[in-house]
T-cell receptor, first 114, second 111 residues
Framework: NAGVTQTPKFQVLKTGQSMTLQCAQD?????MSWYRQDPGMGLRLIHY???????DQGEVPNGYNVSRSTTEDFPLRLLSAAPSQTSVYFC?????????????FGDGTRLSIL | GNSVTQMEGPVTLSEEAFLTINCTYT??????LFWYVQYPGEGLQLLLK?????DKGSNKGFEATYRKETTSFHLEKGSVQVSDSAVYFC??????????FGAGTRLTVKP
């Protein structure tokens, strides 16, 4: 019962490098989202998707791209990493169909930008 | 816009003490409210939820009641254990899939 799987768990990048954070879920959830977690700020929504082929911006989308070609996968791309993107990133999924659905979270990717 | 405010930590308690973590929210419409718990090195796990006014969510001895009149969803537990040490997040989700989290409250329970 894998749930939401994120890879890698840790990554160190240099400023200006690009990379993709992977997220996969095996629960057939329509809704998927990416958050960043910074000290004292809780979780902030970066991008989300309500189904394959559909993505939208959240609260802090600048510097990040997403795509949703399949129900299972929702990768997050950093186009040109900046030190301000040092954070812990969480992917989450839930069934759609109402606001009473809790989200299922992956274990996170800890990203450091030097 | 929607927002969640929860009491700042850290909170340090002795085992078997009573716990309250305050949470208030601002939202249009009728959001669902959640408490999540995060253990070190892990993602967030759902602790409890309430989907309408006056609902009480409960799990593992924790409780929270959806109070629309005071826009609050305070987390309580009558007797905490060392194993309850974690970071607790209050959150809301509205009908537009807008999900907002509080800043988190770190709880440490000492034996």
């Amino acid at each position: 019962n894998a749930g939401v799987t994120q890879t890698p768990k840790f990554q160190v990048l240099k400023t200006g490098q690009s990379m993709t954070l992977q997220c996969a879920q095996d629960m057939n959830h329509e809704y998927m989202s990416w958050y960043r977690q910074d000290p004292g700020m809780g979780l902030r929504l970066i991008h989300y998707s309500v189904g394959a082929g559909i993505t939208d911006q959240g609260e802090v989308p600048n510097g990040y791209n997403v795509s949703r070609s399949t129900t299972e996968d929702f990768p997050l791309r950093l186009l040109s990493a900046a030190p301000s993107q040092t954070s812990v990133y969480f992917c989450a999924s839930s069934p759609s169909g109402g606001n009473n659905q809790p989200q299922h979270f992956g274990d996170g990717t800890r990203l450091s930008i030097l | 816009g929607n927002s969640v405010t929860q009491m700042e930590g850290p909170v340090t308690l002795s085992e078997e003490a009573f716990l309250t973590i305050n949470c208030t929210y601002t939202a249009t419409g009728y959001p669902s409210l959640f408490w999540y718990v995060q253990y070190p090195g892990e993602g967030l796990q759902l602790l409890l939820k309430a989907t309408k006014a006056d609902d009480k969510g409960s799990n593992k001895g924790f409780e929270a009641t959806y109070r629309k009149e005071t826009t609050s969803f305070h987390l309580e537990k009558g007797s905490v254990q060392v194993s309850d040490s974690a970071v607790y997040f209050c959150a809301l989700r509205d009908n537009n899939n807008d999900m907002r989290f509080g800043a988190g409250t770190r709880l440490t329970v000492k034996p």
